[in-house]
Antibody, heavy 123, light 107 residues
Framework: QVQLVQSGAEVKKPGASVKVSCKAS????????MHWVRQAPGQGLEWMGWINPNSGDTNYAQKFQGRVTMTRDTSISTAYMELSRLRSDDTAVYYCARGAVVEPAAIEPLDYWGQGTLVTVSS | DIQMTQSPSTLSASAGDRVTITCRASQSISSWLAWYQQKPGKAPKLLIYKASSLESGVPSRFSGSGSGTEFTLTISSLQPDDFATYYC?????????FGQGTKVEIK
């Protein structure tokens, strides 16, 4: 069965960086886009971007351009999301979620989600 | 970027009620619209994709309709397990977006 297992909670100081991991199992990791979505406490869902695990190509939401980096390690079927220059309003639960198949090109929703990683930014 | 607007933000209903949530896109997204259910402390769960297709395992009391810029999620007979927050999402464009959410609470 498809599973996305994320790394544990993090506490960071303002200005620092955080790197969250998402280990995939139960499907071909390089065959599907991986998206990242965050949710601030009591707030809605915010799409951050995606990575094509096959090519490494990325697409980031404009809001996060210059601060977010999505990478992957295909040898261990793991995607990463690194957010830099953290601010207090980056405190949120960060989710990875599986998107569309890479080939053939398709338009598909986010069908499997990780359990979420709480990132707290506090001095 | 395409903006998604849901209404209402909160909905009070009783078990057995028929419930409808609306989602509007700032420009046409054809039928590339999904609905998710989220319960406190849990990841979202996909309910509906391509505006009206029911995800496998989702009860048939959930249905979706619409195309272009106007979409609806309907729960035909609200069950106790359905009290949650619902989000629409457009996944058509290079940049995706969610609605702000609709909380369905017990009346």
């Amino acid at each position: 069965q498809v599973q996305l297992v994320q790394s544990g909670a993090e506490v960071k100081k303002p200005g620092a960086s955080v790197k969250v991991s998402c280990k995939a199992s139960g499907y071909t990791f390089t065959g599907y886009y991986m998206h990242w979505v965050r949710q601030a406490p009591g707030q809605g869902l915010e799409w951050m971007g995606w990575i094509n695990p096959n090519s490494g190509d990325t697409n980031y939401a404009q809001k996060f351009q210059g601060r977010v980096t999505m990478t992957r390690d295909t040898s261990i079927s793991t995607a990463y999301m690194e957010l830099s220059r953290l601010r207090s309003d980056d405190t949120a639960v960060y989710y990875c979620a599986r998107g569309a198949v890479v080939e053939p090109a398709a338009i598909e929703p986010l069908d499997y989600w990780g359990q979420g990683t709480l990132v707290t930014v506090s001095s | 970027d395409i903006q998604m607007t849901q209404s209402p933000s909160t909905l009070s209903a009783s078990a057995g009620d028929r419930v409808t949530i609306t989602c509007r896109a700032s420009q046409s997204i054809s039928s590339w619209l999904a609905w998710y259910q989220q319960k406190p402390g849990k990841a979202p769960k996909l309910l509906i994709y391509k505006a009206s297709s029911l995800e496998s395992g989702v009860p048939s009391r959930f249905s979706g309709s619409g195309s272009g810029t106007e979409f609806t999620l309907t729960i035909s007979s609200l069950q106790p397990d359905d009290f949650a927050t619902y989000y629409c999402q457009q996944y058509n464009s290079y940049s995706q977006a969610f609605g702000q959410g609709t909380k369905v609470e017990i009346k």
